[in-house]
């Protein structure tokens, strides 16, 4: 969250400061402004502390001063791991397409991929565009408002293709961004099969007449088509 530029309040425990029970964001104020802060819970059901931790059981949990300590350093791999990591995630993402097709229609296990493929196309784009602005930014929004689940909507059942795309974008994460054209050029073929992977998820919930969703992914794929037919994203140019 800080790595993206927010402001953010752990809020503790009464009886223990140190234990974290949630947690607040707020955009950076212009000028002498102050902050609006919003809870996790309050921004999305799923984006609470507790729902949250629920998706990682065995993460370590981090006392309050550990959140306040926290920064958003940049990664520590060397160039040739980073783009190691970029080829082998391009790779992943490829074969991750090819097995959309075997999720049946009505398969429960939809929610899950949906809300996966969203959070790789988020970091996506925070790879190739760190400030939140270009078509994969624009595509990962209009994915992630389809895919988020309703309101105390049960956790979705477990899917196989959802836990290689989270590998995935955790991959993303340690890798962080491109830090010149060299790199960037391997990034961009992640780019490339982020943008196949939607369009084939578009076209698959089309074609199952799941309006909403084929909507939402149609919207994703028409800001990330350009890329496709040009071969590079906003930020490598």
């Given at each position: 969250?800080?790595g993206?530029?927010l ?5 503790t ?7 974290v ?8 104020p212009?000028g ?7 809870a ?6 799923d984006?609470s502390l507790?729902?949250?931790?629920k998706?990682w ?6 006392s309050a001063?550990?959140?306040?300590a926290a920064?958003?350093?940049?990664s520590?791999l060397?160039s040739?791991?980073?783009m190691a990591v970029w080829?082998?995630?391009a790779a ?20 899950a ?10 970091r996506v ?5 760190p400030s939140?602005?270009?078509?994969v930014?624009?595509a990962a929004?209009a994915l ?11 956790a ?13 974008a955790?991959a ?5 961004h491109?830090?010149?054209g060299g790199e ?18 578009a ?7 799941q309006?909403h969703?084929?909507g939402?992914?149609?919207a ?9 037919q040009s071969g590079?994203p906003?930020s490598?140019?």
């Amino acid at each position: 969250m800080k790595g993206a530029g927010l402001l953010v309040a752990a809020r503790t425990a009464a009886k223990d400061p140190e234990q974290v029970v949630g947690y607040a964001v707020a955009l950076r104020p212009a000028g002498a402004g102050k902050p609006t802060w919003y809870a996790g819970r309050s921004l999305d059901g799923d984006l609470s502390l507790p729902q949250v931790r629920k998706r990682w059981p065995e993460a370590e949990r981090p006392s309050a001063g550990q959140w306040k300590a926290a920064d958003s350093a940049e990664s520590s791999l060397r160039s040739e791991d980073r783009m190691a990591v970029w080829r082998s995630s391009a790779a992943a993402l490829e074969a991750i397409s090819g097995r959309l097709a075997g999720v049946t229609p009505g398969s429960p296990q939809w929610p899950a991929v949906a809300r996966a493929s969203a959070e790789l196309l988020a970091r996506v784009a925070a790879a190739t565009e760190p400030s939140g602005r270009g078509p994969v930014s624009r595509a990962a929004d209009a994915l992630a408002r389809a895919a988020a689940p309703p309101r105390r909507a049960p956790a979705p059942v477990a899917s196989s293709v959802a836990g290689e795309l989270g590998r995935v974008a955790d991959a993303l994460l340690v890798a962080g961004h491109a830090r010149d054209g060299g790199e960037a050029a391997v990034l961009l073929a992640v780019v490339v099969q982020a943008a196949r992977l939607v369009v084939a998820l578009a076209e698959l919930r089309a074609a199952q007449q799941q309006a909403h969703a084929a909507g939402a992914a149609a919207a994703a794929a028409a800001h990330l088509m350009p890329l496709l037919q040009s071969g590079a994203p906003s930020s490598t140019k």
